[in-house]
T-cell receptor
Framework: SAVISQKPSRDICQRGTSLTIQCQVDSQVTMMFWYRQQPGQSLTLIATANQGSEATYESGFVIDKFPISRPNLTFSTLTVSNMSPEDSSIYLC????????????FGQGTRLTVV | QKEVEQDPGPLSVPEGAIVSLNCTYSNSAFQYFMWYRQYSRKGPELLMYTYSSGNKEDGRFTAQVDKSSKYISLFIRDSQPSDSATYLCAMGDTGRRALTFGSGTRLQVQP
C-alpha cells in the first residue's frame, strides 16, 4: 500500500480567495488524481494529475478554476481558485501505482468551507 | 444511466447481523472490483479487491463477483458497531486510468 499525506486537513476561506492543497505520497506512483466529495455523496473525479505536463480534466472542471501541478512522481497540488460557497466540499487526493489491476489509495481529505 | 449503481441506504442493522451490500454495473469492460470503507471525516480505505468471478474471503468480509450478471456484493458477517461507515464499490478496466465509483451505501450497526 501507499501512504498519502494531504494538507491542510481543513480550512475556512473567504469567498474570492484561493486555496492550494498539497498531496505527498510516500513512494513513487504512476497516477495521481483529485476528487471532490460533497457531504453524503460519492466521489467526483476532478482531474488526473500528469507528471510534468498539464492535468487531464473531467467534464465540468477547468484548469482556470482548479489548476493542478505534479512536478514529480510523489507530489501534487490542487488549487481551488476564486472560491465561492459552492466550492465547499471535501477534496481528496488519490494515487495508483500503475494502470490495469491496481487499487487506488486515498489521502485523508481536505474539508473546505467557503464563507 | 450510471455505469455503476449502488443502493445509497442508509442501512441499519443490529450488532451480529449479516450485512449484504450490492452494486450493479453496465460496462462489460470492467475487469477488477474493489470495496472501500469510509469512516466519517476520513478518506476511503481499501477493504477488498478481486478481479475474477466468484468469492473472496478476508476475515468477516466476503466479496462476491458475478460478471455474467454484472453484479458485485460485499458480505459482512457478525457485524460490529465499528463497521458503521459508508461503503463504496469501485471498478476498473485497462482502458481508463481512474476507477469508477458507486454512490456509496451508509451502514449503521446498532449495539
Amino acid at each position: 500500500s501507499a501512504v498519502i499525506s494531504q494538507k491542510p486537513s481543513r480550512d475556512i476561506c473567504q469567498r474570492g480567495t484561493s486555496l492550494t492543497i498539497q498531496c505527498q505520497v510516500d513512494s513513487q506512483v504512476t497516477m495521481m488524481f483529485w476528487y471532490r466529495q460533497q457531504p453524503g455523496q460519492s466521489l467526483t473525479l476532478i482531474a488526473t494529475a500528469n507528471q510534468g505536463s498539464e492535468a487531464t480534466y473531467e467534464s465540468g472542471f477547468v484548469i482556470d478554476k482548479f489548476p493542478i501541478s505534479r512536478p514529480n512522481l510523489t507530489f501534487s497540488t490542487l488549487t481551488v481558485s476564486n472560491m465561492s460557497p459552492e466550492d465547499s466540499s471535501i477534496y481528496l487526493c488519490s494515487a495508483r501505482r500503475g494502470q490495469g489491476n491496481t487499487e487506488a489509495f486515498f489521502g485523508q481529505g481536505t474539508r473546505l468551507t467557503v464563507v | 444511466q450510471k455505469e455503476v449503481e449502488q443502493d445509497p441506504g442508509p442501512l441499519s442493522v443490529p450488532e451480529g447481523a449479516i450485512v449484504s451490500l450490492n452494486c450493479t454495473y453496465s460496462n462489460s469492460a470492467f475487469q477488477y472490483f474493489m470495496w472501500y470503507r469510509q469512516y466519517s471525516r476520513k478518506g476511503p480505505e481499501l477493504l477488498m479487491y478481486t478481479y475474477s468471478s466468484g468469492n473472496k474471503e478476508d476475515g468477516r468480509f466476503t466479496a462476491q463477483v458475478d460478471k455474467s450478471s454484472k453484479y458485485i456484493s460485499l458480505f459482512i458477517r457478525d457485524s460490529q458497531p465499528s463497521d458503521s461507515a459508508t461503503y463504496l464499490c469501485a471498478m476498473g478496466d485497462t482502458g481508463r486510468r481512474a476507477l469508477t465509483f458507486g454512490s456509496g451505501t451508509r451502514l449503521q450497526v446498532q449495539p
